[in-house]
């Protein structure tokens, strides 16, 4: 068995009345790595992390916590998970110190290691200043750090981060993932997250749920190099009318950007660069620059998301995604 392996997840499977909330996931973390869980509202983000934090009975599967079995009567193996939920579940009526102090309590440490871990995790999330403020009065930002302050009082060798940045300024939003990049050098996190910008910017891995199922788990850098269109990013003197571009062969999307630039997607980036630089020989127009573009993680799931709703024409992209989690 592999020792860096941290988390592995087998099989999992939750059931709703009439559905299945969790459906057959398998995967696998290792420590230092942050995984990113994207899906629409329904997909079985949250569900998942339940499970993973021993809060929801799985219906079927196992869950491996350092290699031994992990269930809801494992006691000592959840002191190696701290566990931020999408509410908050701070007291209001408590302080932030005296929120730390009782959660600390919880997770079993002695006098000595309760202070000495409030005050890391105070400092690690930047809580002096709040640290005798009652959690009613504080703001989102301030109470979003004290969540996960809580949840990393036992320095885990898991933490699972549902939702954040959830409602947070732009400020707000970099201090959170400023402190999740400096968290994930000390341990693995599962990072549930709408904003797709914000699991570009933390994550290595990516785990892509649509109704409970699994469509892609693997390096964030995989799934981009096999996405199935080729973009180009062409920057002209004067943009030529869409129109025309959607005319050269082998393009399949047009673009107009800003400052004479377009984006053009295709299925042969190679052909469509010949037919662009014999369109432009034939018509005149001026090229300043073309490039590869690559497409975001939103455009990448969008497209995904489209092809398991149904569009025919896409399915198979969807089926090229699944062979990746192969060996």
Not at 118 to 133: Q, T
Not at 161 to 189: F, H, T, V, Y
């Given at each position: 068995m592999n020792t860096d392996i941290v988390l592995r997840i087998n099989n999992l499977t939750y059931k709703y009345p009439n559905e299945k909330g969790v459906d057959n996931i398998s995967l696998e973390l290792s420590w230092r790595n942050i995984l990113g869980l994207l899906g629409p509202n329904g997909s079985g983000k949250s569900s998942l992390l339940r499970m993973l934090a021993g809060l929801q009975k799985p219906t079927s599967g196992s869950i491996e916590i350092l290699g031994k079995h992990f269930s809801l009567d494992s006691p000592k193996l959840r002191r190696h998970i701290g566990y931020q939920a999408d509410k908050n579940l701070l007291n209001p009526i408590l302080t932030v110190h005296e929120n730390l102090v009782y959660a600390a309590t919880l997770y079993?440490?002695?006098?000595?290691?309760?202070?000495?871990?409030?005050?890391?995790?105070?400092?690690?999330?930047?809580?002096?200043?709040?640290?005798?403020?009652?959690?009613?009065?504080?703001?989102?930002?301030?109470?979003?750090?004290?969540?996960?302050?809580?949840?990393?009082?036992?320095?885990?060798?898991?933490?699972?981060?549902?939702?954040?940045?959830?409602?947070?300024?732009?400020?707000?939003?970099?201090?959170?993932?400023?402190?999740?990049?400096?968290?994930?050098?000390?341990?693995?996190?599962v990072l549930c997250s709408h904003i797709l910008s914000e699991i570009e910017a933390c994550c290595n891995k990516v785990a892509m749920l649509n109704h409970g199922r699994l469509l892609f788990f693997g390096p964030i850098a995989k799934i981009k190099k096999h996405s199935t269109q080729e973009n180009l990013l062409i920057r002209f003197t004067t943009a030529p009318d869409k129109k025309l571009l959607l005319n050269i062969g082998g393009v399949t999307e047009a673009l107009c950007l800003d400052n004479g630039s377009v984006k053009l997607t295709s299925n042969d980036r190679n052909q469509v660069i010949k037919n662009v630089l014999k369109k432009a020989a034939d018509l005149n127009w001026e090229i300043v620059e073309i490039r590869p573009f690559e497409d975001s993680l939103e455009d990448i799931f969008g497209k995904m998301l489209d092809s398991e709703h149904g569009d025919i024409n896409k399915v198979h992209s969807v089926e090229k995604l699944r062979a990746l989690k192969q060996p």
């Open positions: 079993g440490l002695d006098k000595s290691q309760i202070k000495k871990n409030v005050s890391w995790a105070k400092d690690k999330c930047d809580l002096s200043a709040a640290s005798n403020r009652l959690v009613k009065n504080l703001s989102k930002g301030i109470m979003q750090r004290a969540n996960i302050a809580q949840a990393i009082l036992h320095k885990p060798d898991i933490l699972l981060l549902d939702e954040p940045s959830d409602g947070l300024d732009p400020i707000q939003n970099k201090n959170i993932r400023d402190l999740i990049l400096e968290l994930g050098q000390s341990c693995a996190i």
